[in-house]
């Protein structure tokens, strides 16, 4: 009975430090694989930063109002003055568009019904 | 265990046989028995105390193996957790109000030398030279064969220089990571931004410092680690910003003037919306302040902020709303401007030796009458009128968050007398900087309460001081409206946009005392639109001449309010204004004069 009690209770520690041991090694590659990704994420900030301010350089006032004078010919933009607010009752209402083409008897192109494909549509698919 | 017994049967047979005393036997087996008992024990002892020091010794050599150990490593932090999130050691970016980035940081490096590395030494001098022209090839040369371990070449480099340096090849050159300060957008609002530069700098690292304007006096906020780098946003408008700069320009060199300055500010919350003082400078490379000559000569030099003056006629309307808050006056009492009127042995003159006659107080304000402000300056007093500037913040510094901002402290006269009181009334005499006037102004636009001007946005109107009425500040506003439709401030009129104001132009004084006869300050203090103000602008144009008639002109009614007019024109829409027909004015409020 006795040895019995012995033979569980060093099983039992042994089994409890393979645990330990598995988990402490678990933790380690956990907390390294944080730290990877929070460098990653650091390097992306300074790449968002990077960009940000690549962004806000090239959008700089300055600069687009050389480009809109260089490029005036195709694009013609002004700044903006007091006699360009509009109403709402000034902008036309968008005319409904008339579909181009009436697909009322349908061409049937799968085959199913057998025999070669009929072709009696009155135009061409846009 | 078979025991041996004490009294065997044969041997004391024995000894009986021979008259022994079997008795010796007993005692002998028995004596035999107890060494034997005695040696197993000692045995058994000895083995325990074998195990115990065995142990002791491994603990204490398991101990002794864990000290040197310690004692021989590098020391760290045990890591029992990842950190959530790495703290940002950049500094914060500066953004408008809108989101947009005004000031950000930038990664680079800069460059240094180490000559006791340096393979060929005078390859390098002159290699670096030819990639960067300003510096001398002769004095590298000298630093590097001098007795220098360690010297900084260039404190950022851009990439393209960077690849040209390591393209030389040397051991001797290093480079060292830098976070450089960024200003994307040149020179936009450089007297806000003020500009940054490097602190205490090591090899791996340099702090970064601001240096002037919001930069520094936010520099402890900019640089704390806790707000992990949240951007300060402030209540400029990069557009608006950027569209008044351009007007402004245009208007400075249309003008002739020598600087500019505008603030737009918002009458309800205190924003400032755009802030400009020309000339101006690039934050990226701020310039070194003036060591000798006059400081306003300076591009550093805010005008807007820093420049006080004496801004003339604008003050008018001060004296004419405090005294009809104080029911002195209505707006139209009629006073005679026509008298003379003699202060503490002055007289106290028209502009160009003119006699307006009688006047009501609006037509003192319309047809800018310094005699008219003068006599109620006098009915005011001087006690009252000192109090009333003092609320309206004529007295102190402004409240701007720009370091710049304490240097522009109001002039004023010590002994506070009644000419004092008089030359004041028509804004001579006080010296305040166009932000001051701004501030001012929008106490009369936002009905009657004083609020500090701000450059940080703002969520919702603060609480302000009131400082005059609000129907005082309505009949003030009537008065800035009418100075446009029918005054002096003819060309400030802007379709749609109903702007008030008030001209000024004031002699500028000389060094040395007394004033110049040809140098001008032109101001114009507007807000629009006059029903319902919005906005306060104060554009202030120094020594401006208008040059298309006859006789060149100075006056702000010819300088400063065409400027003032094609800036509202080009920002009022930029801010979502949009144009509207001026309600007319209802019959039967008109105060009458019976």
């Not at chain 1, 992306?44 to 959008?59: F, G, I, S």
């Not at chain 2, 460059?111 to 990639?131: F, G, H, N, S, T």
């Not at chain 2, 009128?385 to 720009?402: C, H, N, R, S, V």
């Not at chain 2, 007019?565 to 001026?582: C, H, S, T, Y």
Request: hydrophobic fraction near 40%; charged fraction near 25%.
């Amino acid at each position: 009975m006795r040895s019995l009690l012995y033979i569980v209770t060093a099983l039992a520690v042994i089994g409890l430090a393979f645990w330990a041991y598995r988990e402490n090694y678990q933790t380690q590659a956990e907390i390294a694989k944080t730290e990877q990704i929070n460098r990653e994420i650091g390097q992306a900030r300074a790449r968002l930063t990077v960009l940000r301010a690549e962004w806000a350089y090239l959008n700089r006032p300055d600069r687009l109002r050389d480009l809109t004078e260089v490029n005036f010919e195709r694009l013609g933009l002004l700044p903006l003055r007091p006699d360009q607010f509009g109403k709402v009752d000034q902008v036309a209402f968008p005319q409904p568009i008339e579909p181009e083409l009436i697909i009322n008897n349908p061409v049937d192109v799968s085959g199913m019904t057998g025999g070669e494909a009929v072709t009696r549509g009155d135009g061409v698919f846009p | 265990m078979i025991r041996t017994p004490l009294r065997p049967l044969a041997r004391i047979l024995e000894a009986r046989a021979s008259g022994e005393n079997p008795d010796a036997i007993e005692r002998e087996n028995l004596r035999i028995r107890h060494e034997q008992m005695r040696d197993a024990s000692r045995g058994r002892a000895e083995g325990r105390l074998l195990i115990l020091s065995v142990i002791f010794f491994c603990a204490f050599g398991v101990i002794g193996a864990r000290m040197g150990v310690l004692a021989a490593t590098e020391p760290a932090e045990p890591r029992a957790a990842s950190t959530g999130s790495a703290i940002l050691a950049q500094r914060a970016d500066i953004t408008d109000r809108h989101g947009r980035v005004l000031a950000t940081n930038f990664e680079t490096h800069s460059l240094y030398a180490q000559p006791l590395q340096m393979i060929d030494k005078e390859r390098v001098a002159a290699e670096l030279a030819a990639i960067f022209p300003d510096l001398n090839q002769d004095k590298l040369l000298k630093d590097f064969t001098g007795k220098r371990k360690f010297l900084w070449i260039k404190k950022k480099l851009s990439p393209e220089q960077k690849q040209a340096v390591h393209n030389i090849g040397d051991p001797g050159l290093l480079f060292g990571p830098r976070e450089m300060r960024l200003y994307p957008n040149g020179k936009l609002a450089a007297h806000v931004m003020g500009g940054a530069s490097f602190g205490r700098e090591g090899v791996h690292a340099a702090e970064v410092i601001g240096v002037a304007g919001v930069e520094k006096y936010y520099d402890d906020l900019l640089r704390d680690p806790a707000r992990q780098g949240a951007p300060l946003a402030l209540s400029l408008d990069l557009t608006v910003q950027a569209a008044a700069e351009r007007v402004l320009y245009g208007g400075m060199k249309l003008m002739n003037a020598k600087g500019a300055a505008s603030v737009l500010m918002d009458v309800h919350t205190g924003e400032i919306i755009s802030i400009v003082s020309l000339p101006d400078f690039d934050p990226n490379a701020r310039p070194s302040p003036l060591v000798e000559g006059d400081a306003s000569d300076s591009p550093l030099f805010n005008r807007a902020v820093q420049g006080v003056y004496e801004l003339g006629s604008a003050y008018k309307i001060f004296t004419a709303a405090q005294a009809m808050d104080l029911n002195l006056v209505n707006n139209q009492t009629m006073i005679d401007t026509g008298k003379a009127l003699r202060v503490g042995g002055f007289n106290i003159g028209e502009f160009q030796k003119k006699n307006y006659g009688v006047l009501s107080v609006e037509d003192i304000i319309i047809k800018s009458s310094n005699r008219g402000t003068g006599r109620m300056a006098l009915q005011i007093g001087v006690k009252r009128q000192k109090e009333f500037m003092k609320a309206m913040g004529f007295m102190d510094y402004t409240p701007l968050e720009i370091v710049e901002a304490k240097g522009g402290k109001p002039l004023y006269p010590e002994r506070w007398t009644d000419l004092s009181a008089v030359t004041i009334s028509y804004g001579h005499g006080i010296s305040n900087s166009p932000l001051h006037l701004a501030a001012g102004y929008a106490a009369l636009a936002n009905g009657g309460t004083y609020i500090k001007p701000t450059i940080i946005k703002r969520t919702g109107a603060p609480e302000g001081t009131r400082v005059m009425r609000e129907d005082t500040a309505r009949y003030a506003r009537q008065m800035l409206r009418k100075v446009v439709t029918e005054g002096t401030a003819s060309f400030g009129e802007v379709q749609g946009y109903a702007v008030g104001g008030k001209t000024g132009t004031a002699d500028k004084p000389k060094p040395r005392g007394g004033y110049y006869d040809d140098k001008v300050i032109a101001t114009f203090a507007s807000l629009f639109p006059a029903h319902n103000p919005k906005y306060v602008l104060v554009v202030t144009l120094d020594e401006p001449t208008e040059t298309s008639g006859k006789k060149p002109r100075r006056t702000a009614g010819w300088t400063a309010v065409p400027v003032a007019a094609e800036m509202i024109g080009r920002v009022a829409p930029l801010l979502g204004l949009r144009p509207e027909i001026e309600p007319g004015e209802l019959a039967g409020i008109t105060l009458t004069s019976n």
